[in-house]
């Protein structure tokens, strides 16, 4: 089991900055990519960006290449995410995830098997 804490949230005006983090504990030995996903009201849950535990490979949705940077502290097994130039329609509840090298489906942006609690992240305009 890996169990994840995710926190950072808030509000922001647009073209402002947040950061993100996702503590994991627990089999962190196990985990192939962690990742971040949102979902707004009214909307499915979405892939954002991606990071291979090992390899720090990182992987990111179009909309937000280029304004967002997943990275990762081995270390103290934490994921971030650098989320610059907000927009409005960044305002969703962001998660965090973690998928295992246990798990036949695990992908970078699908399969996930752990989830955080999730964080609010509100962009005004």
């Not at 009214?42 to 954002?48: A, L």
């Amino acid at each position: 089991q890996v169990q994840l804490v995710d926190t950072g949230g808030g509000l922001v005006q647009a073209g402002g900055s947040l950061r993100l983090s996702c503590a994991a504990s627990g089999r962190t030995n196990s985990i192939m990519h962690m990742g971040w996903f949102r979902q707004a009201p009214g909307k499915e849950r979405q892939f954002v960006a991606a990071i291979t535990w090992t390899s720090g490979s990182t992987y990111y949705a179009d909309s937000v290449k280029g304004r967002f940077t997943i990275s990762r502290d081995n270390a103290k097994n934490t994921v971030y995410l650098q989320m610059n130039s907000l927009k409005p329609e960044d305002t969703a509840v962001y998660y965090c995830a973690a998928c295992s090298v246990f798990t036949s489906t695990c992908a970078v942006s699908r399969g996930y098997d752990y989830w955080g609690q999730g964080t609010q992240v509100t962009v005004s305009s």
